[in-house]
């Protein structure tokens, strides 16, 4: 299946080309003290090697903002800071390197402060990402729509801060608009792609923790992707980045827009199960995190629906009494006891 | 946001009412043996308390049949017997006292074995619900299709099997059209509501372990359900089924549809977290796994996002540098340092 985009502006953010049909692309944010370099250039280093393609980092104060002088060589992936009020932080970062910012243009300091950002912004190519997010909007905004911050308020309020930052000449330019009630935010993106042609950054906000953090973000970017909406993406979860951008990609699979390392098939296990599967399947998991080829690996616990999904695959396992079939590219190639399974599934996937 | 549902009708499955605009129910599947009454029953019971409202089981032979009638009596929700092959099984499974039974009318023997499935369940009122899985599709459909389970194909089966049902004159179906993949799935309930009022079980088969199963489950049965699809739902996961029943209920809240016990909103933590965020969301998260009232209790980590998201919930705490504020229905209600925060939080929910 497959469906339309919506029809974006194309910006670049360093290397990562965002918008005008580029490829949705992957982001995450560190949770290390940016002013700590090696903690936090190692957290890139796994949140890269997790799939992400954009990390961005929180600038609190000056020698964070000094920091970045020294992290930005380290990064293999293009970094974007993400500053609140001070304006002269986010000049400072933009010189340190970084290739984007995320800042609030209400709450930078007035409109001349907006200029002076936006023009260190465009002496380096840099991109700014103006965010919008449910839990701190103006207050103004919020009074014109009943107090709440609904998709029309956080269209409005996003439609503001571009408008300070358009009235400047700069036009690299993404926006997030982001809420925590899941059908918010799909509103509200929606809307958005009404009223502009900027890129659009996605993500559902204080998700929750890594359970109902991963449903609300697979629910809400899986139905704005899905709808053609979206130029890059976040999960963000109250776990570890890394588990943000294995999230992202699980979700930018199950909507069929991008693939990357083994895709894991396997059934839930009922009565009919006579095989220890859940060990199997995370065996097969475990052993198989290093692939990076986009194959369909399959793990299956009966003869019912085993041998159809298996030889769906790429390669697969279906389990009977007391040994298990495998698969590949559709064939039956071999009946295995339990113990050796996993071994000779390993070896058939690492000889695709 | 609301969204029109799609139009079924409406069936009853015990005492549940699937279709024609009742609740979308939460279905689950046990994978004990089910000839181990005390283990079996003993797992419905779990599954209950975490939501779910109708539960499957798989019955391979006469004695997993026969232990039905002890099973029945004890379970507090509707139950459904899962068969495939034996049209015997079906029978003797409904006079077992089962609510529901699955089975492919395409295995079962014929159309004469049909009938006499269908007259047993008329008798009892009991549902039938018509499966068909991307995984044991018939060679004829699959043959008429390229060869692969399309969602043209799918909804093919399903038909032909609904016919093989009411040419007997049986009208209590349900359908469910399982495929490994998201979008595939979603294509085939599009199809199948164009093609029948006959209400629709979702799920997504096969989906793989917790995280890519919880992630495509998430996607598939978000986008279906906001569509306006679907009116009943299991979430399939390689993991116990309790799992899957909170998944399917934290599901059906991100679409807005239907919410039970606390939704827990916390943000991922950044740089600018200076408290233990992660250790007090999921210590709020234990403390309050009791709570049945649909609150929503927010866990914030700074002060720039935190009092906005925490004043939008029922209760909240927004962390600042070495206290958190705790929120009230949008009012601040005191400063607490970070080891007693948990505990007023607690004690202000519970008032509520």
């Known amino acids: 299946m497959s469906f339309i985009r919506n029809n974006t502006r194309s910006i670049k953010l360093g290397s990562v080309t965002i918008g005008g049909g580029a490829p949705v692309?992957?982001?995450?944010?560190?949770?290390?003290?940016?002013?700590?370099?090696?903690?936090?250039?190692?957290?890139?280093?796994?949140?890269?090697?997790?799939?992400a393609e954009i990390v961005?980092?929180?600038?609190?104060?000056?020698?964070?903002?000094?920091?970045?002088?020294?992290?930005v060589p380290?990064?293999?992936?293009?970094?974007?800071?993400?500053?609140?009020?001070?304006?002269?932080?986010?000049?400072?970062?933009?010189?340190?390197?970084?290739?984007?910012?995320?800042?609030?243009?209400?709450?930078?300091?007035?409109?001349?402060?907006?200029?002076?950002?936006?023009?260190?912004?465009?002496?380096?190519?840099?991109?700014?990402?103006?965010?919008?997010?449910?839990?701190?909007?103006?207050?103004?905004?919020?009074?014109?729509?009943?107090?709440?911050?609904?998709?029309?308020?956080?269209?409005?309020?996003?439609?503001?801060?571009?408008r300070l930052l358009e009235e400047t000449g700069f036009r690299n330019i993404k926006v997030a608009l982001k809420g925590s009630n899941v059908m918010n935010t799909v509103a509200a993106v929606r809307l958005w792609a009404e009223a502009s042609d900027i890129p659009q950054h996605l993500g559902v906000t204080e998700a929750g923790d890594a359970f109902s953090g991963t449903v609300k973000s697979s629910v809400g970017l899986g139905l704005m992707l899905a709808e053609g909406f979206g130029d890059t993406v976040r999960v963000s979860l109250t776990a570890p980045p890394e588990e943000e951008a294995r999230t992202a990609?699980?979700?930018?699979?199950?909507?069929?827009?991008?693939?990357?390392?083994?895709?894991?098939?396997s059934c839930p296990t009922c009565g009919r199960c006579e095989g220890p599967l859940f060990q199997l399947a995370a065996e097969v998991r475990q052993r198989l995190g290093d692939v990076k080829a986009p194959l369909k690996v399959a793990v299956m616990g009966c003869i019912v629906n085993g041998p159809g999904e298996a030889k769906e695959a790429d390669a697969g396992i279906a389990l009977g009494r007391e040994s298990g079939l495998v698969f590949v590219r559709g064939r039956q190639v071999e009946k295995v006891p339990f113990d050796r399974l996993v071994d000779v599934l390993e070896q058939e996937v690492r000889n695709l």
Chains 1, 2 share one sequence.
């Open 25 to 51: 692309s992957v982001q995450t944010m560190t949770n290390t003290d940016t002013r700590d370099v090696a903690a936090t250039v190692a957290q890139i280093g796994r949140t890269v090697a997790a799939g």
């Open 74 to 162: 380290e990064s293999s992936v293009p970094l974007v800071a993400d500053i609140h009020f001070d304006w002269r932080l986010a000049v400072r970062a933009l010189e340190a390197g970084v290739d984007g910012i995320r800042i609030n243009p209400g709450n930078i300091g007035g409109a001349d402060k907006v200029r002076r950002v936006a023009e260190a912004a465009g002496a380096r190519g840099a991109v700014i990402r103006v965010g919008v997010n449910s839990g701190s909007m103006e207050k103004e905004v919020l009074a014109r729509h009943g107090g709440h911050p609904t998709a029309e308020a956080m269209v409005e309020s996003a439609l503001d801060k571009v």
């Open 249 to 265: 990609w699980e979700i930018l699979r199950a909507v069929g827009l991008r693939s990357r390392g083994v895709e894991f098939i």
């Open 56 to 71: 961005r980092l929180a600038v609190l104060d000056e020698r964070a903002a000094d920091c970045l002088a020294e992290i």
